[in-house]
């Protein structure tokens, strides 16, 4: 191969990895997961929530099995509200993993869902996640379905 076609190659090559680059920029990361189980649903930058045009983070549409989530931390472990969170987030897990969290933890941490919030202590220092599984908890005991709590989650919090 003479160096022009090396040099044109090298070129093409760059040019697609920057392209597949600034393709993956908008989608929540992951930590571990190299593929989101099937029934896990993250947002993609393009989708919009009808209120907003700011994009809905990752949760799950189906709820996963028990045994295929995270156990929470014990809520003796913290107080106040937050406390309340943890107990919420250990009673209500299946819920919790159908609602996006926006303090978008999905991005930072790879969370997949308002559920993986409480598995360690990022929720007790976010009021975002504990508010909004004290919510959740609340209209569930309403005879809300995680749908329609979601959909709630969404109006509420995706414009602030």
Do not use: W
């Amino acid at each position: 191969m003479n160096r022009k076609a090396i040099v044109i190659t090298i070129l093409v090559v760059v040019v697609a990895v920057g392209a597949v680059a600034l393709l993956r920029r908008g989608e929540p990361t992951r930590s571990g997961a190299t593929h989101p189980p099937a029934a896990h649903r993250s947002a993609s930058p393009a989708e919009q929530s009808p209120r907003t045009t700011e994009r809905v983070p990752a949760h799950y549409e189906v709820p996963p099995s028990i045994s295929g989530l995270e156990p929470t931390l014990p809520p003796e472990s913290f107080t106040g509200l937050t406390k309340d969170a943890y107990r919420v987030a250990g009673e209500i897990p299946q819920t919790l993993a159908q609602l996006p969290c926006y303090c978008h933890c999905d991005e930072g941490f790879g969370h997949k869902s308002l559920q993986s919030c409480f598995v360690d202590d990022h929720a007790a220092h976010c009021a975002i996640c504990v508010n909004e599984a004290l919510a959740a908890y609340k209209l569930q005991q309403q005879g809300m379905t995680p749908a329609q709590i979601r959909e709630r989650i969404i109006a509420e919090y995706a414009s602030q």
